[in-house]
């Protein structure tokens, strides 16, 4: 049986490790992040050492029924110390507390090197809660629950049910924060211990409140009718305890632009566009004009399109005036188009024939093919003795074997001038 390793010996190799492990690594080695992502927040230190000891507390789990793993435990256990409390152990718990991208739970381990070893061999017994022990009284990174800060200040409510109960006190158990309470909907308060704007107290004893949400406009009430109203909300006027919605058209308090017009909404208003007819408006529509836009003409009590073809004569060759709404245009006759500014007359291709798209080889198969059908058509005919149609059908066989002749030997004398 090898003996076992010099106190301190495992635990500095491993140490190294951790730290290799955390040092950053080359930025050719660094992959690109994403366009356009911005890096996640860093982990208070207090959450780090929060989840550093609950891995630590899962790692003594795992390894609760281990031993050394040798023949001899019995002995082994005699000569060299109980597994429980062996460094054999606390390095093979230390070996999965941090995993490897977890360079924060690295660089924390590092710096609790010599505490961690010293609560393992020493202070386990009288300080049991290594998270209270090594994150709270040592490292000072966490406070007790109800707490914040750096002096680890009560959080308002005190610390048995911070912020009442209803919110969160902002840096509650870690030495950060300012202590403020973020209340649930419908509380408010240093304390979260009132109603919030649109709530109302429908229960409170020496410990709970209850808000319950007041009737629709309202921001401060009795209970939850439309009657209850003590105070209303932006855009609404209180009248004989009922909040009555303001017309900031008809008031004036709206602010729309030029060519624009107000649109009363409960609690507030909108500002839609005019009609493009229009130059100012009063409301919706060409009827609702101040003044006529350009291009437009007052007929009635509607601004209305004015058609320039019926004065204005377009002044280019061959163009023609089409109507728009609020102007007009000029473009090309029918059968003219375009070029450079001016209207020429387009030109109509001439019909293709019907063996334009043919390739020379096609059209001599087809004409041998035309050929052979002729050919066995008078041959039908010569046979039945026609003196007739079996002279034209021997002209015919003359007249394609001389054509073929001919042709074959151009392409061989050719061939042959050629060198083929």
């Not at 281990?66 to 082994?76: C, L, V, Y």
């Not at 409170?204 to 319950?212: A, D, F, P, Y």
């Not at 061959?318 to 059968?335: F, H, M, P, Q």
Request: glycine share 12%; proline share 6%; net charge negative.
């Amino acid at each position: 049986m090898a003996p076992q390793p010099p106190r301190g010996l495992v635990l500095a190799l491993f140490w190294g490790l951790s730290l290799f492990m955390s040092f950053p690594r080359p930025a050719c080695l660094q992959p690109s992040p994403p366009p356009h992502s911005s890096p996640p927040a860093e982990p208070h230190p207090c959450h780090t050492c929060r989840a550093l000891v609950d891995s630590f507390n899962k790692g003594l789990e795992r390894t609760i029924r281990d031993n050394f793993g040798g023949g001899n435990t019995a002995w082994e256990e005699e000569k060299l110390s109980k597994y429980k409390d062996s460094e054999t152990r606390l390095v093979e718990v230390l070996e999965g507390v941090c995993s490897k991208s977890d360079f924060e739970c690295h660089r924390l381990l590092e710096l609790s090197e010599e505490l961690v070893e010293s609560w393992w061999f020493h202070k386990q017994q009288e300080a049991p809660d290594l998270f209270q022990w090594l994150c709270s009284d040592s490292l000072k990174l966490c406070c007790p629950s109800g707490t914040f800060g750096p002096s680890c200040l009560p959080c308002p409510g005190g610390t048995e049910r911070p912020c009442g109960g209803y919110g969160q006190c902002e840096g509650e158990g870690t030495r950060g924060g300012s202590g403020h309470c973020d209340c649930q909907a419908g509380y408010g308060g240093e304390a979260c211990g009132q109603c919030g704007l649109g709530y109302f107290e429908a229960e409170r004893n020496s410990s709970h409140l209850v808000c319950s949400a007041c009737f629709g406009p309202c921001a401060r009430c009795t209970g939850p009718e439309e009657s209850h109203c003590l105070q209303c909300k932006k855009g609404w006027a209180l009248h004989h305890l009922k909040c009555v919605d303001i017309d900031e058209c008809g008031t004036e308090r709206a602010s729309c632009g030029a060519d624009q017009f107000c649109v009363n909404t409960e609690g507030s208003y909108e500002c839609r566009d005019c009609a493009k007819a229009c130059l100012g408006c009063m409301g919706a529509g060409p009827g609702r004009c101040k003044k006529c836009s350009p291009g437009y003409q007052q007929v009635g009590s509607k601004c209305l399109d004015v058609n320039e073809c019926e004065t204005m004569v377009c002044p280019g060759e061959n163009e023609r005036c089409e109507n728009t709404e609020g102007g007009y245009r000029c473009v090309c006759a029918e059968g003219y188009r375009q070029v450079e500014g001016i209207c020429v007359k387009e030109q109509i291709p001439e019909s293709a024939g019907f063996f334009s798209e043919m390739t020379e080889d096609e059209l001599v198969v087809l004409q041998q093919m035309f050929f052979g059908v002729i050919i066995c058509a008078l041959a039908t005919l010569a046979a039945k003795g026609d003196l007739v149609f079996t002279a034209i059908f021997i002209g015919a066989v003359a007249a394609m074997t001389g054509y073929w002749l001919s042709e074959r030997s151009d392409r061989v004398l050719e061939g042959f001038i050629k060198g083929r």
